[in-house]
């Protein structure tokens, strides 16, 4: 009898526990299985707006190398606006948006253009990453061909750490000044460029500067 007042016990003891934490311990079981089933719907999302997007990029690549397609350029334009549109935080709308600057800039002669899309492409870019300065590199050519001066040389002398592309960055800083006039200015920028170049003299380089009366035993 003391057995069965035991189990009797044990059972009441848990009806009790069960009326009184039962509806909660349900609300907790429905809210992992929530999370663990959100969090499965949410990766093959991200899984298959990664492969849109990659897709989009593809075609995107066979329309650029497609010279002889009437319609090249327009088409360029559509995809890339649509990986800018449609996967904006994807690598791929970023270099999407860098093919669109540079068929802006090279078959187009827009560098208005240009620098729209490449100001974007600066926006969604990693500024830690090399791609960052391959984009400010674009970037500032894009204001140099559009004659805004003191907006590429605010974009090169933003850089931070310019590393490998010190001497283009620096390069380039002497283009623009002696664009303005400054002939002193970019001396100095084409000869610190000189310095800072890994790969030997440039004959370009040393063209410049001749143009400015520096022979290359300067």
Known sequence: MAEMRTEEETVQAIKDWWKKNGSSLLIGIAVALAIVFGWQAWQNHQMQQRTE???QFADLIN???NESEENRAETVAYVAE?????YSDSAFAIYGMMMLA???MMDQDDPEAAIESLTWAQGKADESSPLALVIRNRLARAQF?????EEA???IESVDNAGSFSAIFTELKGDILLAQGDREGARDAYLAAREQSHQGRSGILELKLSDLGVGEGA
């Open 102 to 104: 540079r068929q802006q």
């Open 63 to 65: 329309a650029y190398s």
């Open 53 to 55: 997007a990659a897709s």
């Open 153 to 155: 040389l605010s974009t």
């Open 82 to 86: 649509t990986l800018r549109e449609e």
């Open 145 to 149: 061909g559009a004659e805004k001066y």
